[in-house]
């Protein structure tokens, strides 16, 4: 999870649909397309990119709450594999708000040893919380559909990962500009797994070109 700067602007349908209670949507054109745009088509959560099943995700479940419902800064681009594991009564309002926040200040993200580890950095219940999500999304295999497609986000992660080694190794080789500009464009918050590899950077302080880049 990395910070998001989402449109300070609601969509106008959100007010409109608002005003029709419980029978209005969410989920218009003018919704889905900024919400898309905002979070460069990734899901918030596992940071697949390019996503097959999105859904607009509350990050404060409404339960029938229009001003939750229609809240414009409550509303998230999710997968649907995230926004199903979320969906428990222990994440209610305990997930950090990475549109206000940097979520990168209180959990690390790494892929070590073919594992995912996601550790929080300080003892607050949003921190912990997120961290928790983080690591379920995945590692969670407590249904058939989960094993699948928490199986799909790791692999996916995987990938992403030795293709950025892969540069890394070539810009240590041949250190150009374009190699150095392949690396930064990989480090970038709108990159898939984003978290992920900034997170290898800060690890490594070898790397003390890339250090401004993904610095807290």
């Known amino acids: 999870m ?12 959100l007010e409109m649909e608002k005003a029709k209670g419980n029978s209005g949507s969410y989920r218009n054109d003018d919704v889905v397309k900024q919400l898309k745009t905002d ?10 990119k390019g996503l097959q099943d999105p859904e607009i995700e509350h990050l404060i479940p ?13 509303l998230f681009w999710s997968c649907g594999h995230c926004n199903s594991i979320k969906n ?3 994440y209610d309002g305990k997930i950090i708000n990475c549109c206000q926040e940097d979520p990168e200040k209180h ?23 997120t961290a928790e999500l983080i690591y379920e999304v995945f590692n969670l295999k407590n249904t058939g559909m989960r094993i699948n497609k928490s ?4 692999k996916a992660l995987q990938k992403e990962m030795n293709i950025f080694y ?16 392949r690396v930064m464009v990989r480090l970038k918050r709108d990159a898939a797994f984003a978290a992920f590899k900034r997170t290898y950077i800060r690890n490594n302080t070898k790397y003390a070109e890339f250090q401004d880049a993904v610095s807290l």
């Open 2 to 13: 990395v910070k998001c700067d989402k449109s300070p602007i609601a969509p106008a349908s």
């Open 39 to 48: 979070f460069h088509d990734k899901c918030y959560i596992c940071e697949l």
């Open 62 to 74: 409404h339960k029938g709450n229009l001003d939750l419902k229609f809240d414009w800064n409550n």
């Open 88 to 90: 428990k009564r222990k």
């Open 107 to 129: 959990i690390k993200c790494e892929y070590k040893d073919r594992e995912v580890c996601i550790t929080a950095l300080d003892k607050e219940p949003t921190s912990q919380s």
């Open 151 to 154: 199986e799909y986000r790791f």
């Open 166 to 181: 892969n540069e890394l190794q070539n810009y240590e080789e041949h250190k150009t500009l374009m190699n150095k500009r």
